[in-house]
């Protein structure tokens, strides 16, 4: 064979690939299955290198005491009655939080946060899963509408919220989101069945039982509501009835709100102050800058064009739910933690991301109905500005992420040289040296035999190397 001969058979083989390559990308576009497993690895993967390198076994900090003392350990003595599943924690109601503990603890038979954590992965990536299969599935991701998919993927796939990836007991933030998203599909896109009401309003109710905020869900479903009332011009009175419902959920869960001792300091004292924790609150993935906070105008504006020029589609109806309620917990954390607000806890920034994400699809609709004009691309910068801030956003996190490691590993060698040598001094250290801030209530917590009955492996080991000890 000549040289020739070799080139034009590399040259056939360079356009064959190619031309699979771009049927590949076409299948994987249209097909809305494999789009959606897609995300779900895009997801999962990066959450399960982050959990698998830097999570650890060992409980940590409300975990002792929620779900250890208060939960497993009476579950393991036959005590637990049902209604203390939805008991306060601080200013929350965790009902699905405390399920899941219970059912992977009776699945597994230990009390391991890795595992919780790992679970954790697959709830929060189902939840940018069921938005893009549902978008995609009635046709409505198509042309630059697909520019909104790698920010929806780095919201949930980047370490932002990298307290609620390591810890276990943190899927309360996934299932208030996941509650709140299926909702919102179900009241944008399901108009007519007699299962709609029932779904919402069920769903409205977990919210509150899952996270105080939880009771902005069925204000968000009431709002979208409107907006679809508005549109369509149709105010059948079971919809007026199912509001009024909505409204009547949120003030229950208004009502049940604990009462949390301490947590008065927080609030923000005046207007100018909330104003101001407003703005840093929407500033956000963006350091330190509170202008950054115009990252939040094309949802406003957009919202406000498609519903005045009826042009409201049910993908916007959508993410205008997502949008409303990730303004409404910014609101809320900045009324409720906005004295002297300096820096956003990771693991708020899980109620931000819908509404990151509901700027992005509101920046792409207004290049589609701003035609040729000269303005078409105005918000086309959301996408820059959001994705240069990335790599200064990463890298801080990263930083976090191993520093929290760094602190794990200190607690579990003094968790387990206690566990061996029944020696206390190995628990009188400082605060983040120890996974629990009150070192008496935690060798209480160690030595008791029920829950040592539940420990993880590298604890029952420790306990074993201890028990070998004292029996020389």
Aim: overall charge positive; charged content about 15%.
């Amino acid at each position: 064979m000549t040289r020739i001969d070799i080139w034009c058979v590399f040259n056939k083989t360079l356009v064959v690939c190619h031309h699979t390559y771009i049927c590949f990308i076409i299948y994987i576009m249209l097909n809305r299955v494999l789009i959606t497993l897609v995300v779900i690895l895009c997801v999962a993967i990066p959450r399960w290198y982050y959990v698998s390198t830097f999570a650890i076994s060992l409980p940590f900090w409300d975990q002792w005491d929620a779900e250890g003392d208060y939960l497993l350990r009476p579950y393991m003595e036959g005590k637990l009655r049902l209604r203390e599943l939805w008991q306060p924690h601080n200013e929350h109601r965790i009902f699905p939080t405390r399920l899941l503990s219970l059912l992977i603890f009776e699945i597994t038979g230990e009390w391991n946060n890795l595992t919780e954590a790992f679970v954790n992965v697959f709830l929060a990536a189902s939840i940018p899963a069921i938005l893009v299969y549902t978008i995609h599935k009635h046709r409505d991701l198509a042309g630059f509408r697909w520019l909104f998919v790698p920010v929806l993927l780095a919201q949930f796939a980047l370490p932002f919220s990298f307290e609620n990836y390591l810890i276990g007991f943190q899927s309360q933030f996934y299932f208030l989101v996941l509650f709140t998203v299926s909702a919102l599909i179900i009241a944008a896109y399901v108009p007519d069945n007699k299962f709609r009401i029932p779904g919402i309003i069920t769903l409205c109710v977990l919210s509150v039982i899952t996270m105080a905020s939880g009771l902005l869900t069925p204000i968000t479903i009431a709002c979208v509501f409107c907006l679809d009332w508005y549109m369509n011009r149709n105010y059948p009175s079971r919809n007026v009835l199912s509001f009024g419902l909505l409204i009547l959920i949120a003030l229950f869960g208004f009502l049940i709100l604990p009462a949390t001792a301490g947590n008065e300091i927080y609030k923000s004292r005046d207007a100018s102050e909330f104003l101001s924790a407003a703005a840093y609150m929407l500033s956000w993935p963006v350091v330190e800058n509170k202008w950054a906070s115009l990252l939040w105008l094309p949802g406003a504006v957009m919202i406000l064009f498609l519903l005045l020029s009826k042009k409201m589609t049910r993908p916007d109806l959508l993410l205008a739910g997502c949008y409303i309620w990730s303004l409404c917990q910014a609101v809320a954390i900045a009324y409720g933690r906005g004295q002297n607000l300096t820096i956003i806890s990771s693991r708020y920034t899980e109620l931000l991301t819908i509404g990151i994400v509901s700027n992005a699809w509101f920046s792409v609709r207004f290049i589609e109905e701003s035609g040729n004009r000269w303005y078409r691309w105005s918000f086309l910068p959301f996408f820059f500005i959001y994705f240069t801030t990335q790599k200064g956003r990463l890298k801080s996190d990263m930083l976090d992420v191993r520093k929290t490691h760094r602190y794990s590993i200190f607690q579990m060698e003094n968790v387990t040289a206690y566990l061996e040598t029944k020696d206390s001094a190995y628990l009188q250290k400082k605060e983040r040296e120890i996974p629990f801030p009150d070192p008496v209530r935690l060798k209480l917590l160690l030595d008791n035999p029920t829950l040592q009955s539940t420990f993880p492996s590298p604890l029952r080991e420790s306990l074993e190397k201890g028990h070998k000890k004292s029996a020389r």
